[in-house]
């Protein structure tokens, strides 16, 4: 039941940037973006989140539309390390019985 | 500060037994979330305790249950393992619970995990 759609894979060339797209295009006007990485078996970490801003911190960007329907998560200068699946995640749900569910992740394979 | 802790991080059983785990989250945290993750089908939401309190499940089986005690840290157990609860189950904690009207971001921390095996 998750809210967010992501392309299943891209890859990008190390030293490059790297842009990831997500389209959650039923957020609600209060709801928050996330996302988190998994490097393989490893719990998730999280990266950044926003509302309606841009934001930026020293793991990455998040660039939100202005009509929120989607946002790209972009990492400046990918490393061999950036290789990951990336969640782009919101809450499910209503009240209580809220959640933040997460879906399939795009897989980012950066190359040397 | 300490982050999540996970225990045990491995663990071998067979069909039939019940396992518990251990989550203690970070000090200071009050929610506690629990996911499975498998390779089919992802990270799976099991539930999520905040003060003690179940505050949502996810859809799994009665099989699966947690609590949460007085200092914050939480236990799941699964009971009559099948060979389908293998997977790695991840705990994380945050400050607030998940739940609208809840003013702010809730960012989650995981841990590490627990990695089940079911022969």
């Known amino acids: 039941d998750a809210k967010t759609t992501q392309p299943p894979s891209m890859d990008c060339a190390e030293g490059r940037a790297a842009n990831l797209p997500c389209n959650h295009s039923?957020?609600?006007?209060?709801?928050?973006v996330y996302w988190y990485r998994q490097i393989h078996s490893q719990g998730p970490q999280y990266i950044i989140h926003?509302?309606?801003n841009n934001e930026t911190n020293e793991m990455a960007s998040l660039i939100i539309t202005e009509d929120r329907k989607s946002s790209t998560l972009i990492l400046p200068h990918a490393t061999l390390r950036d290789t990951a699946v990336y969640y782009c995640?919101?809450?499910?749900?209503?009240?209580?019985?809220?959640?933040?569910?997460f879906g399939k992740g795009i897989t980012l394979s950066v190359r040397p | 500060k300490a982050g999540v802790t996970q225990t045990p991080r491995y663990l071998i059983k067979t069909r039939g037994q019940q396992v518990t785990l251990s989550c203690s989250p970070i000090?200071?945290?009050?929610?506690v979330s629990w996911y499975q993750q498998t390779p089919g089908q992802g990270l799976q939401f099991l539930f999520e305790?905040?003060?003690?309190?179940?505050?949502n499940k996810g859809n799994f089986p009665g099989r699966f249950s947690g609590r949460q005690f007085s200092n914050s840290r939480s236990e799941m157990n699964v009971s009559t393992l099948e060979l389908g609860d293998s997977a790695l189950y991840l705990c994380?904690?945050?400050?607030?619970?998940?739940?609208?009207?809840?003013?702010?971001?809730?960012?989650?921390?995981f841990g590490a995990g627990s990695r089940l095996t079911v022969l």
């Open positions: 039923t957020i609600s006007g209060n709801e928050y």
């Open positions: 305790y905040f003060s003690e309190t179940q505050r």
């Open positions: 995640i919101v809450r499910v749900g209503t009240g209580a019985n809220s959640k933040l569910t």
């Open positions: 000090s200071g945290h009050r929610s």
């Open positions: 926003g509302l309606k």
């Open positions: 994380a904690s945050s400050q607030k619970p998940t739940a609208t009207g809840v003013i702010g971001a809730n960012v989650l921390t």
